[in-house]
């Protein structure tokens, strides 16, 4: 008797919690969470589109573009802001919580371009870690990565404009011109 309430015990701690099963997140394929995603981060709900690209990258590790826009998210959803009590203030709770969501964003970014050897690909990936180290005020991190993505797209305006923008930038002493 006593083992086959041990058994029990044993099936019911490994079960799949009723929660998972539920939650309709779960329910969705990897193109369908991606979309969901993608329409949210869209929006400018960055926070509400994260389970959605955390569900696509689940299902889908080795893709490069579910990766990276989950990194994206999670980079602008650690600087989202709502309103509370007629304040904008961060949307998340604490500064521990946004810079976890920053470190985690650089490791999908990081994971993401292992996983295409594409070079406009390449480029948008360093691009995006590019902007990420400028807007917090690392201008020559953000000029680094800006050279290593035109790099590997020469003919991109948009990456010209930002490595002459990041050098502009570090001429004026590293304030916006």
């Known amino acids: 008797m006593a083992s086959g309430l041990g058994l029990w015990a044993l099936r019911l701690a490994l079960a799949p919690h009723p929660a998972a099963a539920t939650d309709p997140i779960e329910r969705l394929s990897a193109s ?17 589109s ?7 990258v689940r299902q889908a590790p080795d893709s490069w573009t579910a990766r990276e826009n989950f990194a994206s998210t ?26 976890e969501m920053i470190e ?12 295409t050897g594409d070079p406009h690909d390449q480029a948008l990936i360093v691009y995006q ?3 990420a180290f400028h807007t917090f005020g690392l201008v020559i991190d953000g000029l680094v990565e800006f050279r290593k993505a ?15 923008g ?9 304030l916006a011109p």
């Open 129 to 131: 870690q590019g902007q």
């Open 74 to 99: 999670l980079y602008n959803g650690a600087q989202e802001a709502r309103s509370h009590l007629g304040k904008d203030e961060p949307a998340t709770r604490s500064s521990v919580e946004r810079m």
């Open 166 to 174: 990041a050098e502009a930038r570090l001429r004026a002493g590293g």
């Open 150 to 164: 035109a790099a590997f797209d020469p003919s991109s305006a948009t990456l010209t404009r930002a490595v002459s």
């Open 50 to 56: 994260l389970p959605y690209f955390r569900r696509a």
């Open 32 to 48: 369908d969470a991606f979309a969901a995603g993608l329409r949210l981060g869209g929006a400018g709900r960055h926070l509400a």
């Open 104 to 115: 985690e964003s650089f490791r999908q970014t990081d994971t993401a371009a292992t996983l």
